[in-house]
């Protein structure tokens, strides 16, 4: 089998703000394979774009900014908890973009202290010229968008307001992209078939792996739920999928190759889980990689939980997609140091 190249869905007629900067690397993971008895083991480093401390929330945003730019919109809104991770990605391209951000946040992770509410990516955003705005609840958060969109009428700024993690159809096309960039890297390679493994928490990361991976051939896909229960991660999979198949002219299509789960989700989001704390000491004495305990730290430990109970052939290629998340670790100091020192 190989990759279906003439398949893919054009994106060619949807505007991009320039954050892409070439294909991040797709890396072997010999030591980690090993560790887990995966010995195709990849690691694809979406933590590594030059940009704002990298990840993933900047395929989305190449579309949403985009879409910003050809609008001719000066300030753009969006929203988050308060160690938002795309908060400080649409901070740090608006940065580069010359446009106004306003970060809206809520303190809804159960977590309070200075590590967490004045380390990790609180500073980041400040130091990208955000204006940070803390709500206490979601209504609050409601009521300081309607101000602040108010407030750029009233001066005659142009506003586009983006969703949660950017995911929304548009948002689900900057992983559909990425899974063209990942099959044709694995065809460099010589790899026909691969398992990718990644997260799933607001959803359009995994929506684009799967939308992607469906029109493709060739490629299954492994989610890990790290935010929401099985059964509305499943939902918001479909709806987004759906979406941006609309969005792209195409049939909704089967999603046979995609499987789920919820195991690692532990108490909910924001909340490291059993075994978040091992994954991410594993990934770092093995390799030199470090992970967040809110998303990549919870798909990691899915991943060794699912090696372990037989998942993976050894014979087979799985690929660990890596969707960033570095700053937000200091916000959980205490307990990381904690983990380390073990």
């Known amino acids: 089998m190989t990759f279906d190249f003439a398949r893919f869905p054009a994106l060619d007629g949807f505007p991009r703000a320039g954050l892409h900067h070439g294909p991040t690397p797709l890396v072997p993971a010999p030591r980690l394979g090993e560790a887990l008895g995966i ?62 951000c306003e970060l809206v946040l809520t303190a809804a992770v159960p977590r309070s202290g200075e590590a967490y509410e004045r380390s990790g ?31 750029a009428a009233a001066d005659g700024r142009e506003v586009r307001s983006i969703p949660v993690g950017g995911s929304d159809p548009l948002g689900v096309l900057g992983y559909v992209d990425a899974t063209r960039e990942l099959a044709l890297q694995l065809a460099e390679l010589g790899v026909e ?5 990644g997260p799933h928490a607001s959803g359009a990361t995994a929506a684009g792996l799967a939308l992607g991976t469906a029109s493709l051939g060739s490629l299954d896909l492994d989610i890990a739920c790290v935010s929401h229960p099985l059964d509305e991660a499943t939902a918001n999979l479909a709806s987004l999928v759906g979406g941006a198949a609309q969005l792209l002219g195409l049939d909704l299509p089967k999603l046979d190759h995609v499987w789920m789960n919820d ?6 989001y924001g ?47 799985v690929v660990f997609v890596h969707t ?13 140091m904690a983990a380390v020192r073990k």
């Open 324 to 336: 960033g998340g570095l700053p937000g670790l200091f916000g959980y100091a205490p307990e990381f």
């Open 263 to 268: 195991t690692t989700i532990g108490e909910g």
């Open 39 to 100: 010995p195709r083991l990849l690691l694809k480093r979406d933590d590594v774009h030059p940009l704002g401390v990298g990840g993933n929330k900047l395929r989305k945003l190449d579309f949403h900014l985009g879409a910003a730019l050809a609008e001719g919109v000066d300030t753009v809104i969006t929203f988050g908890a308060l160690q938002t991770n795309h908060g400080r990605q649409t901070a740090a391209a608006c940065a580069r973009l010359g446009l106004r």
């Open 271 to 317: 909340i490291p889980a059993s075994g978040t704390w091992a994954a991410l000491r594993l990934f770092g004495e093995t390799e030199g990689v470090v992970l967040d305990p809110v998303y990549t730290g919870k798909a990691a430990a899915a991943l060794v939980e699912w090696a372990a109970a037989g998942r993976y052939s050894r014979d087979e290629t």
């Open 193 to 197: 078939q691969a398992r990718i493994v």
């Open 121 to 151: 990516n609180i500073p980041l955003d400040l130091l990208f010229g955000a204006g940070v705005h803390i709500c206490a609840t979601a209504e609050d958060a409601v009521a300081k968008h309607e101000e602040l969109v108010a407030d």
